[in-house]
């Protein structure tokens, strides 16, 4: 479609000025027929939702291709009424146009559902109960219990950041058959945290005969449940979790390492520092930038995690281990309570978007000092 | 990734004896990881050998403290004497394999494409709508990256459950999209940036028009950026559990949720729970392995510069 319509001359100083005036007539033609099906499908449903009208669709889908056919004309109404820029325009539009839709429409729902008494199970449908959600939030133990558990989750990071650097480290020393091990040590961030958890989890660290019990036995420890002490059970999920993502701040460690120049190390070196001075004064410095970047991306994944927690402890014992997600996941699935499970959620998006903004102005300022 | 040898960790080291030490700590400690790595793989594919005495007794060799057997992979229907006959169980099997091949696949592919696009018309085109600007736009889709699937969750059950999406694979592709889309965007972004702008000038003073230049000229310099960033939202979509377990129940339900709902169940059969944990990482095991130089690419996009 843009092809064809392109204009002949990418010289002119205004293309929107070669463009004739049918052409942009026909764009505007379309794009207000375009929106006004949309609004007219949009009413229409909602007349016959609310029972107003006896003509409409069982479902909303109708609405979802209407959409599609708006933004098909909103491109075409583009490329015809602004001739070079709208072709450019028409990059943008479908990621943007896509996300919007996506996301937007999505939270601002979220965010009625949020005050709402909305359970899916029940016949009586949704109520609108205003705050009351918010008040049951503040005085909810579990919730709270959830979000300083994911303070400890997130402080994990900076174990699993320091052993990172040292797998960085070793893989950028002067060693043979280095791609083999950098495939090795890549491997677990591959695998299904779903099947990790069954592997580690529920196998390896099983209490009578997993390997990794009866290790700890011969270790010298008794009595080696990991999921069974609230402490141990915390622990081991960060372990897990910490197997399956290391890898991921490594690799950007490595390519830190990799992608620092030759001379400065030299200079040290002939300077006649030692290793460990070299490593404090020279690489970690240099390395600041990539770190920050790898911990706080690190941070960001870390923020969403669920997925073990749902298939290996449920949040046990007695929501010892629960994250956020896996607590809302629970709310849902037992008591099929959206109204309140969303309420939730986006308090812990308010939560994320302050802390993770924080985050970005302190890293940016620790970087900056350092520089 | 050039791999360089940068040798300052020995390069310290004058007596010989010193120089042994620290090989054999570097050694030790790479061999120590990569047991750490591989142990668990390594302890599921052979359990799937194992016969229930086998387990309880912790063997670990095969053939030495156990003799292999298709236990597992026959309850799934896969050993060499059950794959010709009819099993419920593989089917089922396949089914929530296919699924999660088309999902990942066609989500990471319609990322790719609209990803690419607008990272392209972000990196070359100065856009300005309403008040937004180039940068605000670049860091509305970054942006994305940190909501946390919980939060999208439930309005998208009931909406779905509207528009009758829910329990589709159509309705999983949409949101896989959304979720990778950042990130292909954040990769794709740095491939364009290296590209340099004197080439399109040149197809475009040749007659190309814009998007002639780009599909000609820029997309096939750009092809190994597009496969790293597939490769990375292809891990991302295959492995993601929490929106399948949300909005699919019986059709679209992908390997993840399979695995999962196995293990809730009481008195799991080991042997098979590890042939089918076996099963669902193995392509992507694969497919890491053999494309390794494409997922470090996309790791490592945009962090160093």
Same mark, same amino acid.
């Given at each position: 479609?843009?092809?064809?319509?392109?204009?002949?001359?990418?010289?002119?100083?205004?293309?929107?000025?070669?463009?004739?005036?049918?052409?942009?007539?026909?764009?505007?033609?379309?794009?207000?027929?375009?929106?006004?099906?949309?609004?007219?499908?949009?009413?229409?449903?909602?007349?016959?939702?609310?029972?107003?009208?006896?003509?409409?669709?069982?479902?909303?889908?109708?609405?979802?291709?209407?959409?599609?056919?708006?933004?098909?004309?909103?491109?075409?109404?583009?490329?015809?009424?602004?001739?070079?820029?709208?072709?450019?325009?028409?990059?943008?539009?479908?990621?943007?146009?896509?996300?919007?839709?996506?996301?937007?429409?999505?939270?601002?729902?979220?965010?009625?559902?949020?005050?709402?008494?909305?359970?899916?199970?029940?016949?009586?449908?949704?109520?609108?109960?205003?705050?009351?959600?918010?008040?049951?939030?503040?005085?909810?133990?579990?919730?709270?219990?959830?979000?300083?558990?994911?303070?400890?989750?997130?402080?994990?990071?900076?174990?699993?950041?320091?052993?990172?650097?040292?797998?960085?480290?070793?893989?950028?020393?002067?060693?043979?058959?280095?791609?083999?091990?950098?495939?090795?040590?890549?491997?677990?961030?591959?695998?299904?945290?779903?099947?990790?958890?069954?592997?580690?989890?529920?196998?390896?660290?099983?209490?009578?005969?997993?390997?990794?019990?009866?290790?700890?036995?011969?270790?010298?420890?008794?009595?080696?449940?990991?999921?069974?002490?609230?402490?141990?059970?915390?622990?081991?999920?960060?372990?897990?979790?910490?197997?399956?993502?290391?890898?991921?701040?490594?690799?950007?460690?490595?390519?830190?390492?990799?992608?620092?120049?030759?001379?400065?190390?030299?200079?040290?070196?002939?300077?006649?520092?030692?290793?460990?001075?070299?490593?404090?004064?020279?690489?970690?410095?240099?390395?600041?930038?990539?770190?920050?970047?790898?911990?706080?991306?690190?941070?960001?994944?870390?923020?969403?995690?669920?997925?073990?927690?749902?298939?290996?402890?449920?949040?046990?014992?007695?929501?010892?281990?629960?994250?956020?997600?896996?607590?809302?996941?629970?709310?849902?699935?037992?008591?099929?309570?959206?109204?309140?499970?969303?309420?939730?959620?986006?308090?812990?998006?308010?939560?994320?978007?302050?802390?993770?903004?924080?985050?970005?102005?302190?890293?940016?300022?620790?970087?900056?000092?350092?520089? | 990734?050039?791999?360089?040898?940068?040798?300052?960790?020995?390069?310290?080291?004058?007596?010989?004896?010193?120089?042994?030490?620290?090989?054999?700590?570097?050694?030790?400690?790479?061999?120590?990881?990569?047991?750490?790595?591989?142990?668990?793989?390594?302890?599921?594919?052979?359990?799937?050998?194992?016969?229930?005495?086998?387990?309880?007794?912790?063997?670990?060799?095969?053939?030495?403290?156990?003799?292999?057997?298709?236990?597992?992979?026959?309850?799934?229907?896969?050993?060499?004497?059950?794959?010709?006959?009819?099993?419920?169980?593989?089917?089922?099997? %396949?089914?929530?394999?296919?699924?999660?091949?088309?999902?990942?696949?066609?989500?990471?592919? %319609?990322?790719?494409?609209?990803?690419?696009?607008?990272?392209?018309?972000?990196?070359?085109?100065?856009?300005?709508?309403?008040?937004?600007?180039?940068?605000?736009?670049?860091?509305?889709?970054?942006?994305?990256?940190?909501?946390?699937?919980?939060?999208?969750?439930?309005?998208?059950?009931?909406?779905?459950?509207?528009?009758? %999406?829910?329990?589709?694979?159509?309705?999983?592709?949409?949101?896989?999209?959304?979720?990778?889309?950042?990130?292909?965007?954040?990769?794709?972004?740095?491939?364009?940036?290296?590209?340099?702008?004197?080439?399109?000038?040149?197809?475009?003073?040749?007659?190309?028009?814009?998007?002639?230049?780009?599909?000609?000229?820029?997309?096939?310099?750009?092809?190994?950026?597009?496969?790293?960033?597939?490769?990375?939202?292809?891990?991302?979509?295959?492995?993601?559990?929490?929106?399948?377990?949300?909005?699919?129940?019986?059709?679209?339900?992908?390997?993840?949720?399979?695995?999962?709902?196995?293990?809730?169940?009481?008195?799991?059969?080991?042997?098979?729970?590890?042939?089918?944990?076996?099963?669902?990482?193995?392509?992507?095991?694969?497919?890491?392995?053999?494309?390794?130089?494409?997922?470090?690419?996309?790791?490592?996009?945009?962090?160093?510069?």
């Amino acid at each position: 479609m843009a092809e064809q319509t392109s204009t002949a001359n990418a010289w002119a100083a205004d293309p929107a000025d070669l463009i004739p005036a049918g052409r942009k007539r026909l764009g505007w033609g379309l794009l207000a027929l375009a929106t006004l099906g949309l609004l007219a499908i949009i009413v229409v449903q909602i007349l016959y939702k609310t029972e107003m009208s006896t003509v409409g669709f069982y479902t909303w889908r109708p609405v979802v291709y209407a959409y599609i056919l708006w933004g098909i004309a909103l491109g075409a109404w583009q490329v015809l009424t602004r001739g070079e820029d709208g072709q450019r325009a028409l990059f943008l539009l479908p990621a943007l146009l896509f996300t919007i839709a996506m996301v937007i429409f999505p939270t601002l729902f979220g965010f009625y559902i949020a005050l709402t008494d909305w359970n899916l199970s029940s016949f009586s449908g949704r109520k609108f109960n205003g705050l009351d959600n918010f008040w049951q939030m503040l005085a909810d133990p579990y919730y709270r219990n959830a979000l300083f558990n994911m303070v400890l989750y997130v402080l994990a990071v900076f174990v699993e950041y320091a052993i990172a650097f040292g797998l960085a480290l070793l893989l950028n020393a002067q060693i043979r058959a280095r791609k083999f091990f950098r495939v090795v040590f890549l491997l677990p961030l591959m695998l299904s945290p779903v099947a990790v958890s069954w592997m580690i989890g529920k196998s390896l660290m099983e209490y009578r005969f997993g390997p990794a019990a009866t290790l700890a036995r011969h270790l010298g420890w008794d009595n080696p449940a990991f999921f069974s002490n609230p402490i141990t059970a915390r622990i081991s999920i960060m372990v897990l979790d910490a197997w399956t993502f290391i890898p991921f701040m490594m690799i950007m460690l490595l390519a830190g390492l990799q992608a620092m120049s030759r001379e400065v190390l030299e200079a040290a070196r002939v300077d006649g520092a030692t290793t460990w001075q070299t490593f404090w004064q020279v690489i970690f410095p240099l390395m600041l930038p990539v770190s920050v970047t790898a911990v706080i991306l690190r941070i960001i994944f870390k923020l969403k995690l669920a997925d073990i927690i749902i298939t290996v402890t449920s949040g046990g014992p007695g929501g010892a281990t629960d994250s956020v997600s896996s607590f809302i996941y629970r709310e849902y699935r037992d008591r099929s309570n959206v109204g309140y499970g969303t309420m939730l959620a986006m308090a812990y998006l308010v939560i994320i978007i302050v802390f993770v903004t924080w985050l970005l102005k302190f890293a940016s300022r620790f970087v900056r000092n350092v520089n | 990734m050039s791999v360089q040898t940068t040798d300052y960790t020995v390069s310290e080291i004058r007596s010989p004896a010193a120089f042994i030490t620290s090989r054999v700590f570097i050694y030790g400690a790479l061999v120590f990881w990569a047991f750490i790595c591989l142990f668990p793989i390594y302890w599921t594919i052979t359990t799937s050998f194992k016969s229930a005495v086998d387990v309880t007794q912790g063997h670990l060799i095969p053939f030495v403290d156990f003799t292999p057997d298709w236990k597992g992979w026959r309850s799934l229907g896969l050993s060499p004497d059950s794959i010709f006959q009819t099993s419920t169980v593989r089917d089922e099997f %396949l089914k929530r394999f296919m699924n999660s091949v088309i999902t990942s696949v066609g989500a990471s592919g %319609l990322a790719i494409i609209i990803g690419s696009l607008a990272a392209y018309g972000l990196v070359r085109y100065r856009y300005h709508f309403a008040w937004f600007k180039n940068e605000d736009i670049s860091f509305f889709f970054l942006s994305q990256l940190i909501l946390p699937p919980v939060v999208l969750a439930l309005p998208f059950l009931v909406l779905y459950r509207e528009v009758a %999406l829910l329990d589709t694979r159509i309705g999983l592709v949409l949101l896989y999209t959304l979720m990778v889309l950042p990130i292909v965007i954040w990769i794709m972004r740095d491939q364009f940036n290296s590209i340099p702008v004197e080439l399109e000038e040149a197809a475009l003073v040749d007659g190309l028009s814009i998007w002639g230049a780009f599909f000609r000229i820029v997309m096939p310099i750009a092809l190994p950026g597009m496969v790293a960033a597939f490769i990375l939202a292809m891990v991302l979509c295959w492995n993601e559990y929490f929106f399948a377990a949300l909005l699919t129940s019986t059709d679209a339900k992908t390997i993840p949720v399979m695995v999962a709902s196995q293990t809730g169940s009481q008195g799991i059969n080991w042997w098979s729970m590890a042939a089918l944990a076996t099963a669902a990482i193995a392509p992507l095991a694969i497919i890491g392995i053999a494309l390794e130089r494409y997922l470090i690419m996309g790791m490592t996009a945009g962090s160093v510069k």
